[in-house]
Nanobody, 116 residues
């Protein structure tokens, strides 16, 4: 079982990044995908969720309208498109593949830093 995030980096305020979450070793299309972030000194927070079929999504209030979650079950990959980034978006972003009550798989996270 493997979950690997990529796409993080340093970006200026107002910039964009696309994070990827590549999965292997399990049936990706059965799992809900959640993106979390954890900033120093703050609690981990759920940023966005997409259901297994991709039909339903959820966004943290502060991400609504700026972030977009998607998935390609044929490629076993989920994405988080982040636009209009702000310094307060700086955090380690982690992908969680979950079947609630049964299985949960985490990646190692990818650092996003928004700074001029």
């Amino acid at each position: 079982v493997r979950v690997v995030e990529s796409g993080g980096g340093l970006v200026q305020p107002g910039g964009s990044l696309i994070l990827s979450c590549a999965a292997s070793g399990f049936t990706f299309s059965d799992y809900i995908i959640r993106w979390y972030r954890h900033a120093p000194g703050k609690d981990r927070e759920l940023v966005s969720t997409i259901t297994s079929t991709g039909r339903t999504t959820y966004y943290l209030d502060s991400a609504e309208g700026r972030f977009s979650i998607s998935r390609d079950n044929a490629k076993n990959t989920a994405y988080l498109q982040m636009n209009s980034l702000k310094p307060e978006d700086t955090a380690v972003y982690s992908c969680n593949a979950i079947i609630p009550g049964y299985y949960s798989h985490w990646g190692q996270g990818t650092q996003v830093t928004v700074s001029s």
